[in-house]
């Protein structure tokens, strides 16, 4: 049988950056025009993380349901125009040295790189970009008249989506996901990692250490 292309597919929060989803959302609200709103946010957003750390312990799918609300009335063309922002001050500034060689050793290889994330796309794609990966996929948000609803598009990009949104870019793209690589730092990446034939738990979670180690896979702390 004919052996297709290779790729990695990278997790971002833990992975790539010393940043989370929570860190995005704090620079989305701190430049919100009016103060009333800016504050009104950043307030729910402190009086309900107790409740998302909880329920991301449950559910990563409904974890993201629940925190992307916190986006909702915010106008598409200034999430778009933050994201760029986001990317140049938020993210590249700590983008882990460890994870910008191993992209550049990926890039010799040859091999097709791709973000594969639950972060949302208005940052992920300038990130991309930034990074010189080849494809995103991420979360987005549904928009009406222009603006934020607080819903997300389906699929969630969480857990059993991330695998099948990756079989169906490899699919897409004739990439064998058997001599591919993934790199991911959370448990909740474990779909994604068993995926390939190459899976790397990056600054691993306890959960996924522990799995990692009882599998041989290797295990790396990216600095």
């Keep these: 049988m004919k052996k297709g292309n290779q790729a990695v597919f990278y997790d971002v929060d833990g992975t790539l950056v010393q940043t ?8 989305y609200a701190l430049r919100l025009p009016k103060i009333s709103e800016k504050a ?3 307030l729910l957003v402190m009086l309900f993380t107790p ?3 909880l ?25 778009r125009i933050m994201g760029k922002e986001l990317v140049r001050e938020g993210l590249m500034p700590n983008v882990y040295r460890d994870a910008m060689e191993r992209i550049k050793k990926s890039r010799k290889m040859g091999l097709t790189q ?19 990966l080849d494809f995103v996929i991420a979360n987005s948000l549904e928009m009406k008249a222009g603006i934020a609803t607080g819903n997300m598009n389906p699929p969630i990009l969480a857990g059993r989506e991330k695998l099948k949104a990756m079989r169906a870019f490899a699919a897409e793209h004739d990439i064998d996901l058997a001599h591919s690589y993934a790199f991911a730092d959370s448990k909740y990446d474990l779909e994604m ?13 306890a959960g996924l250490r522990k799995i990692a180690e009882s599998r041989g896979w290797p295990v790396v702390n990216f600095s």
């Design 20 to 27: 989370n989803i929570l860190h995005v959302y704090v620079y």
């Design 40 to 42: 009104r946010k950043l």
């Design 51 to 53: 409740l998302y750390m």
């Design 55 to 79: 329920v991301d312990q449950m559910s990563r799918t409904v974890f993201n349901k629940l925190f992307y609300r916190n986006y909702k009335g915010i106008p598409e063309e200034r999430l």
């Design 114 to 132: 791709v973000l594969v994330t639950g972060s949302l796309d208005f940052a992920m794609k300038p990130f991309a970009k930034e990074l010189g």
């Design 193 to 205: 990692l068993e995926a390939v034939g190459y899976p790397v738990a990056v600054n691993p979670d």
